[in-house]
T-cell receptor, first 113, second 114 residues
């Protein structure tokens, strides 16, 4: 089983819609959860971090964490063509892998006008 | 200064060359990372430095040699690379090695090995 799994994608939504990106993780000791956006040919850009159960909102982005279900999601409201990118879910595991971020495979999002 | 910088942006080298990649941050972060990323794949961890000491080496071949001369600077020395080493090399930093906090990436160096 992969440690961090994301929607297989690609995901295509119309402009103005809500895009929903999902991520599950296998290590119950995981401490911190991040969403990165990566445009083609560019480096990952941190867009959200979440550390405790519940929702965290930042502008059009909402991250949701449910540690009991080992699930973290990212909602993008009022999606824009500029949101088209690969979204990476990343998790710090606990224990001996301290300091190591584990990434999911990424979900490609396309927002069409 | 709130960014991680990397030089050069692009690098083309032959298999017999020796070159170095440079990463710099002035945010006072005490953990610094090297990642390798191939097309359509997530970043793959290579090395982690915590308080200027190598804390994680993900079994990277010896043709890659990291160096952390001070808390702001991270180098990756390259020697006798193979064409399959062509990739985007990313540097990242985070504030405190003791905490599970955010990592911030530099823009990367696009490396091509001929």
């Amino acid at each position: 089983q992969k440690e961090v799994e994301q929607n297989s994608g690609p995901l295509s939504v119309p402009e103005g819609a809500i895009a929903s990106l999902n991520c599950t993780y296998s290590d119950r000791g995981s401490q911190s959860f991040f969403w990165y956006r990566q445009y083609s040919g560019k480096s990952p850009e941190l867009i959200m971090s979440i550390y405790s159960n519940g929702d965290k909102e930042d502008g059009r982005f909402t991250a949701q964490l449910n540690k009991a279900s080992q699930y973290v999601s990212l909602l993008i409201r009022d999606s824009q063509p500029s949101d088209s990118a690969t979204y990476l879910c990343a998790v710090y595991a606990g224990g001996t892998s301290y300091g190591k971020l584990t990434f999911g495979q990424g979900t490609i999002l396309t927002v069409h006008p | 200064d709130t960014e991680v910088t990397q030089t050069p942006k692009h690098l083309v080298m032959g298999m017999t060359n020796k070159k170095s990649l440079k990463c710099e941050q002035h945010m006072g972060h005490r953990a610094m990372y090297w990642y390798k990323q191939k097309a359509k794949k997530p970043p793959e961890l290579m090395f982690v430095y915590s308080y200027e000491k190598l804390s994680i080496n993900e079994s990277v071949p010896s043709r890659f040699s990291p160096e952390c001369p001070n808390s702001s600077l991270l180098n990756l020395h390259l020697h006798a690379l193979q064409p399959e080493d062509s990739a985007l090399y990313l540097c990242a930093s985070r504030p405190d090695p003791r905490l599970y906090n955010e990592q911030f990436f530099g823009p990367g160096t696009r490396l091509t090995v001929l």
